[in-house]
């Protein structure tokens, strides 16, 4: 066990799987986000959680985190799972997507093509996604293929689309306009597919009115615990993951003297320092220490907050423990670094960002500890 332990509740994980479903339309299938190992959480773990939960189809972003989890999934003997592969198969990829029972997102009339000769080459066919742009400008057929989308010689008429998918831009907002356009858009332009399952919405997009469900969601975050945006209102989900770190020093300091890296922290009284084995090479940013403003984070010992003091560094942290008694900094050997008293929407706005970049800068040092009725 390293110095750091992040908490994973796998059993929250699964409830939140179960809420996100329950809101949305009677018929809509919920898929998983689980690219970047799982959010960061682990993504064999998470994705058995939820495929426990009844949770069929997984996607990743890469072709070598499906095949990773096609792996974990054979040797738990979970065979009804489908994984796809939001990046977009290359060419010399395709037999890997065979022979890993993998589904490629079909993004351009390129890989179309490929795909398409592929099976004629191998006699296979292979169940593929079709990914359409409908305003993001990222990543599936975009404007300037959109024609090639229909047509008895598009490539497309000989693939086994078994999913027509697009992705929002702006789901977080749910006052946004361009939701409403880009949902115009799907509505166009997957006409010619009435037969063909459709998938529009992630996280943000559970939260928008049904009609934007169709058959299939795509949650990533908010299975993880966390809104799309930190400012929007979280009144279904369950937090899921809590950061200890160990404390590995205490120190005394005189009126004067200083801490830390830039010696930003000065004492203006006597004052006692914890040393806490996490920093930014773990995924606390350097961020939540301003010289100017002091700790900004807030770091909890022995069920009280305590102060940043000075710089976060590659690998520690230094708290003010001042407040605390030594009766309560004797019983304490670990520092809670997120948690109930300091979420992750909160540390996101605090380092100004979102709860997905925090959750995926979690490091690899961290020793992650799943609990909860699925944790093996
Ligand atoms: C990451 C991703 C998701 C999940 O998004 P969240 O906002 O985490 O719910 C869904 N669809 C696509 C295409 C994605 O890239």
Redesign the pocket.
Known sequence: MTSSQLHIDLSAISDNYRTLHSLTRQTTKT?A?V?ADG?GLGMEAVSGALYQAGCATF?T?QIQEAISLRAAFRDKGYDGANIAV?EGPHTKDLALYEAHKLTP?INHPGQAEALAAYQRRSGKRLAAIL?IDTGMNR?GYGQDTHDLLIGDNSPLAELNLCLV????AC??EPENEYNRFQLEQFQNLTASFASIPK?F??????FLPPSYHFDLT???????GAM?DPAMQNKHLKPVVSWYADIIQIRNLKKGECAGYGAMFTAEAPTRLATIAAGYADGYARALYQPQKGGIAKVEIAGKHVPLAGRVSMDLLIADVTSLSDAELQSANKACLLGPHYGLPEMAADRNTIS?EVLTGLGDRLTRLYDGAYAS
């Open positions: 898929a986000a690219k959010y996607f972003a939001l997102v990914h990543l998918m697009s992705h929002l789901a977080d998938s919405s992630n996280s943000g997009g559970i795509r949650p990533g975050i908010a299975l993880y799309p997905y």
